[in-house]
């Protein structure tokens, strides 16, 4: 008897998925910790012999989704992966609804406004407003920094589970400037102290001279996920005018998650 073409097509189709699930599996085993790897410890990372990981890879290299070093044959996620998730964030709620916020933020402010996501040892920034008679040098959208001494960073940071943020130390507190803080206790102080006020700054920690004040953004199951801050150089964003800043900068977080579904206690 003839089988039906969906069951003569049966085992290529699982074939097909199988071998998707192995793609998958390679490109899971980068990360902002593992951005080099070698065939042998993607092989053993993902779980899969050492020939099928390499022929995984090559089909990987030739859509452009990894890169290989000429050098010393290691391998990296390529710009393919980059332009697919610069195209994902695009469509993402946050950035819809927080754009017009952020406009007006750095409109307000005369500084630059971004915005920033966790991805659970850094901070991403998604999107960056500036005047345009005030351009700013420093991080661009879709770079990364720590999350330990930026302001959207720290933002975000503070409002996670503690052992994300033991994670986050015990992969190490390097210092950017004289003021970057490298004390495990004294980060753990200062996010306690950001959990009590509601906004966190950035007095020129990660960069020199430039100072910054942020505040978290929740989803709407009350999680923290982004945050937004002003940025500026330190002779214009000086302590009184952190302070004067912040108010701003909560009721904008806070406005933005709303949009989001959040619903604001009280």
């Not at 003569?8 to 980068?30: H, N």
């Not at 307000?108 to 971004?114: I, K, P, Q, V």
């Not at 996010?191 to 960069?207: F, K, M, N, P, V």
């Not at 004067?244 to 909560?250: M, N, S, T």
């Amino acid at each position: 008897m003839a089988l039906s073409p969906e069951l003569e097509r049966a085992p290529d189709d699982k074939s097909r998925i199988q071998s998707i699930s192995k793609m998958m599996d390679i490109l899971g085993c980068f990360s902002t910790t593992s951005r080099h790897l070698t065939l042998g410890q993607i092989a053993k990372s993902a779980g899969v012999p050492r020939p099928t990981a390499h022929r995984m890879l090559s089909a990987l290299r030739e859509i452009g989704f990894v890169e290989q070093d000429g050098r010393n044959g290691s391998y990296s996620l390529g710009i393919r992966l980059f332009e697919l998730g610069s195209l994902a964030l695009a469509n993402l709620d946050l950035l819809r609804e927080a754009k017009p916020y952020m406009d007006r933020l750095s409109r307000l402010s005369g500084e630059s406004a971004h915005l920033g996501v966790f991805n659970g040892f850094e901070v991403i920034v998604v999107e960056r407003e500036e005047p345009v008679d005030r351009p700013l040098r420093g991080v661009q959208p879709s770079e990364s920094s720590p999350a330990y001494c930026t302001g959207v960073g720290k933002a975000l940071l503070a409002f996670q589970k503690p052992e994300v943020i033991e994670r986050v130390i015990s992969n190490g507190l390097k210092a950017f400037t004289t003021n970057t803080i490298t004390s495990p206790e004294r980060l753990r102080s200062e996010l306690e102290a950001i959990r009590a006020r509601g906004y966190a700054t950035d007095d020129s920690e990660h960069q020199l001279w430039t100072n910054c004040v942020a505040a978290p953004i929740r989803n709407a199951s009350g999680h923290v996920f982004a945050s937004i801050s002003v940025t500026g150089a330190a002779d214009r964003m000086t302590a009184d005018r952190i302070v004067q800043l912040a108010p701003v900068v909560v009721q904008t977080a806070d406005t933005i998650a709303r949009q989001l579904g959040y619903e604001i206690p009280g």
